[in-house]
């Protein structure tokens, strides 16, 4: 059937091959059902498909407002601009992305180039940094710090050890020894600190590491000028004791102790100690004895006791005695001993005198007796 009508040709083919129609505008209302088409070309203004099935489909342009995809295979796609709300990409090749911000739970990356890298645990088996002149190296628990004209520094969990570009040891800190060209603080002072029941010893170098028995190492001088000061704090005393203790004291040997000064323009509140010394002396013993920690072969000691004496005599702790005050003491005693002696000797003198007058009297008695 042919039908012309305004320039419009419309027909319908009926035959036992199928229905052709072949018009120039073709309008289908109601429902219509294809069971099985072959459409070649297509424009549908508004379609609501529930499903398809397309196996070759190109799209000029598409305008997909909610898409819901479960599986695509696309070989060459060109996103402008695209929001994934959550995607899962087994394999993807980005040949140059541009992420203001990613939340990844797991990468794995032959390459990274990073300006700054924040995190909590970083792991890895060699960090290396570089800024011309010093190059850093970490690998598993070392740390090398190298310059360029060859001198390095390891660090790692025995200590620190520097070293010259030849090799030689330059300084080393671990628990047996520290060396240093010197050794200072930011502060004015250096305190060497050991343990209670411990002590400070100044050895020779050649004899680091050894056991930690006094008589193993060889021991050096401390050199200060032209004195050496011994400063405990201001109510503290030094003290020389046996290796090891802090009660067991040992002799000093000198050629002479000299007390601080007796000048009299360092002393204040100065009295004249006008006290007996004699009945002191008089009253108080003199023993020999042996210390407490001393075996019994020791070598006894003489000496008194102090609460036979006055405190006066004591030193400001008040167990022992102050050598200078009790020198002092017995300077004391000596004057007593002088004054009572110069007493002494007056009375002589007036016996004496009386005893020469005595007898010139006598003599005067016999004379006078023995006269015809």
Known sequence: MRVKENDVVNQINISTEGILLDGKKV?????????????????????????????????????????????????????????LQDAASTNAKIANASIDSSKISSLSADKLNA????????????????????????????????????????????????YNSGGSERFRMD??????????????????????TNEVRVVDLASIPSDGIAENYSYRHINNGTHVYIRPTSGG?????ATGTTNNFRPIRARTFTTDTLMREYKKDIEMFSEDSLDIFRNAQIYTYRRLNDDQFAFKQLGMMSDETPRILHGEAGDSFDLYALTAY????????????????????WLKIENQYLKQKIKQLEDRMGAP
């Not at 970083?122 to 011309?132: L, M, T």
Request: proline residues 2%.
């Open 175 to 196: 628990k047996g020894l520290v060396t240093s060209a010197s050794l200072g603080t930011s502060n004015s002072n250096v305190y060497l600190a050991p343990d209670s």
């Open 237 to 241: 005393e030094a003290k020389v004791t």
């Open 27 to 83: 309008h289908i209302t109601g429902q219509t059902m294809i069971d099985n088409a072959v459409i070649a070309t297509a424009n549908i203004k508004d379609a609501n498909i529930p499903t398809a099935k397309i196996a070759n489909l190109a799209v000029g342009t598409a305008a997909i407002a909610n898409a819901a995809i479960t599986n695509a295979k696309i070989g060459n796609l060109s996103v402008g601009t695209a929001q």
């Open 330 to 349: 017995m300077g004391k005693g000596i004057k007593d001993i002088i004054t009572i002696t110069d007493k002494h000797g007056d009375e002589i003198n």
């Open 115 to 162: 300006g700054a890298i924040r995190g909590i645990d970083i792991f890895g088996s060699k960090f290396s940094s570089s800024d011309g002149s010093t190059n850093l190296e970490i690998v598993s628990g070392n740390v090398r710090l190298t310059q360029n004209g060859g001198s390095y520094v390891n660090m790692n969990p025995n200590g620190v050890y520097g």
